[in-house]
Nanobody
Framework: QLQLVESGGGLVQPGGSLRLSCASS????????IGWFRQAPGKEREGVSC????????YYEDSVKGRFTISRDNAKNTVYLQMNSLKPEDTAVYYC?????????????????WGQGTQVTVSS
């Protein structure tokens, strides 16, 4: 069973940066497509970004394009989400998820292993 652990969340001022990490405590992440999702208070969970297992291709939701960057370090068995130019509307609990799919798509049903989430709060 793949177990994922997110870290790196916290409180940051608007315009600031955070780097989230998603690490596996068991199986290697090399063969999994990894997605980042977020859920803001009172809202449904939404996809943010993903990186495929097959060719490393990436996808970003429109509101984070140009500000967020997803990457993977297979040697460290970790996927990162670098978040720059953060806005108050980025405030949410961020989850990473793993799925055995070749293409990078932000559909929750495609991912069958989820982390516990890490809180990101953007506020002055």
């Amino acid at each position: 069973q793949l177990q994922l652990v997110e870290s790196g969340g916290g409180l940051v001022q608007p315009g600031g940066s955070l780097r989230l990490s998603c690490a596996s405590s068991g199986l290697t992440l090399d063969y999994y497509t990894i997605g980042w999702f977020r859920q803001a208070p009172g809202k449904e969970r939404e996809g943010v970004s993903c990186i495929s297992s097959s060719d490393g291709s990436t996808y970003y939701e429109d509101s984070v394009k140009g500000r967020f960057t997803i990457s993977r370090d297979n040697a460290k068995n970790t996927v990162y989400l670098q978040m720059n130019s953060l806005k108050p509307e980025d405030t949410a609990v961020y989850y990473c998820a793993a799925g055995q799919l070749r293409l990078c798509v932000l559909r929750e049903v495609k991912y069958n292993s989820w982390g516990q989430g890490t809180q990101v709060t953007v506020s002055s």
